[in-house]
């Protein structure tokens, strides 16, 4: 079974982004995310698996992103990566043309030439829905979201949207429920201390959470 864990951060309507990239610029929300989907034992790494449109909307000089295993999906067989920025330390990448390959990968571990740790699930929208519907009886399930809540200002020119996970509850379509974990279990599962309560970053307030079921 592999365990995936969504990390996002969204508006408290669902927004993640504006014209192909993120609606805003916070660095200790990025630094947070850099750091958490980073942290692995010696000898190990985590993956960040993604989409087409969000491994074109990272920046040149932070792709592959270092130090993780990068997985791009897109469903386009013609589509390439483009070369590594030779200024990037390298970082493996696997192109998938659908995200079943791409999970049979990651639950396939004598497939992968890196020991993993954890799998994160980066985006974007599409991603976010297509694994949040796997079930539990799959062989990956998401069982975590770390949701950072972009709490003001509203953001209200946002083009894209996360599917609202917590109105997905309920043992009706066969997921279990979403339970707001307390903030100790949010550190010790990061295994680093985050900041707790509203954050503000250049007028922007914000909050790390996590979610899991
Ligand atoms: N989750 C959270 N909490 N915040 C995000 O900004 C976020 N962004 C994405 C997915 N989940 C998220 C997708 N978009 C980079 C850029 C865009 C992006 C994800 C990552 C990126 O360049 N990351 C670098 C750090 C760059 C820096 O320090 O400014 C990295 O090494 O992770």
Redesign the pocket.
């Known amino acids: 079974m592999t365990r995936l864990t969504i ?3 969204a508006t408290l309507t669902n927004g993640i982004g504006q014209n192909s990239r ?1 609606p805003w610029r916070l ?1 200790k ?6 750091k958490i ?1 980073s942290s692995a034992p010696d000898g190990s790494m985590n993956t960040v698996v993604m989409g087409r449109n ?1 491994w074109e ?3 040149a000089k ?1 792709k592959p ?2 130090r993780r295993l990068n997985i791009v999906i897109s469903t386009n067989k013609q589509y390439e990566l483009l070369p590594a920025d030779a200024t990037v330390p390298a970082a493996p990448v696997y192109l998938h043309s659908s995200l079943d390959t791409a999970l049979a990968r990651l639950s396939h571990p004598e497939k992968l030439e890196v020991l993993i740790h954890r799998s994160f699930i ?2 974007g929208a599409s991603l976010y829905r297509d694994t949040l519907a796997l079930l539990p009886t799959a062989d990956s399930f998401v069982d975590r979201v ?1 949701l ?1 809540r972009i709490l003001s200002p509203a953001f209200e020119q946002c083009d894209v949207y996360m599917p609202d996970f917590l109105s997905q509850q309920g043992s009706a379509n066969g997921l279990p429920s979403w339970r707001r974990a307390a903030h100790a279990e949010l550190q010790e599962w990061a295994g680093f201390e985050v900041p707790q309560g509203i954050q503000e970053e250049k007028g922007v307030k914000y909050e790390f959470q996590m979610w899991v079921r």
């Open positions: 990390i996002v951060a993120l660095s929300e990025m630094a947070y995310f850099a989907t969000t909307s990272i920046p932070f992103l270092p980066i985006g770390l950072t």
